[in-house]
């Protein structure tokens, strides 16, 4: 695995642990998510809140449960994940941005806001995909940062579970191409194919 592909992974491990027992049985994840949003109020970097709301906002899909979604620290997260996108995507910011990152934050705000139906969140999803169009793509390929110089499975997390990207968008097909290439497989991680079956579960291939 790349660096920028590991550190996906150290991020999120416990992310992809939490998502499969939830959609199995939301009732055995209510307690730990309690947990979670407690925790927001620690600080927690704007990756881990991100992480922590589209898992609240899935787990309120399924469970129809309401009561951690319209709580104080769910609203003082979505601020801060608001922020960090402007601040992502402002043309005054000179770091390259990790485009897994992007679609994580518009994946948590955007099934938040299927219930909260906040304006700031709109506005702020509104031009996020076009903001990724015009500065991570590299021919017609979808990459892993604004930089425009690497291509992970990272990527795949912006169509699963993310939907920044359908897993039909032709930017996406392409990534999909060659990162499905044989060369590349014999390299991956299992992990990583893991994310990629997922993929093609979704597209139907």
């Not at 939830?22 to 730990?32: A, E, G, N, T």
């Not at 934050?105 to 903001?131: C, E, Q, S, T």
């Not at 990272?154 to 999909?176: I, K, N, R, T």
Request: glycine share 8%; aromatic share 10%.
């Amino acid at each position: 695995m790349s660096k920028g592909t590991d550190d996906f992974w150290q991020q999120t491990g416990w992310f992809f642990d939490l998502y499969a027992k939830l959609i199995r049985d939301p009732d055995s994840v209510s307690s730990i998510l309690d947990e979670k949003v407690a925790g927001l109020a620690s600080g927690e970097s704007a990756i881990e809140t991100g992480l922590t709301l589209f898992l609240v906002a899935l787990y309120g899909q399924k469970s129809g449960d309401m009561e951690l979604i319209r709580g104080v620290r769910v609203s003082d997260a979505c601020d801060q994940i608001v922020r960090a996108l402007e601040r992502a995507t402002s043309p005054f910011s000179p770091d390259p941005r990790e485009v897994w990152v992007l679609a994580l934050w518009a994946g948590a705000l955007r099934n938040i806001n299927l219930f909260l139906k906040r304006d700031d969140i709109a506005r702020v999803l509104g031009g996020l995909k076009n903001y990724v169009y015009a500065n991570a793509i590299f021919g017609n390929v979808l990459v892993s940062s604004t930089d425009r110089k690497t291509l992970g499975y990272d990527v795949l997390f912006c169509s699963v579970p993310m939907g920044l990207f359908e897993p039909e968008d032709l930017v996406l097909v392409e990534a999909v191409k060659k990162l499905g290439a044989p060369k590349r497989i014999q390299q991956a991680s299992g992990k990583e194919k893991l994310l990629l079956a997922w993929y093609y579960c979704e597209q139907g291939a």
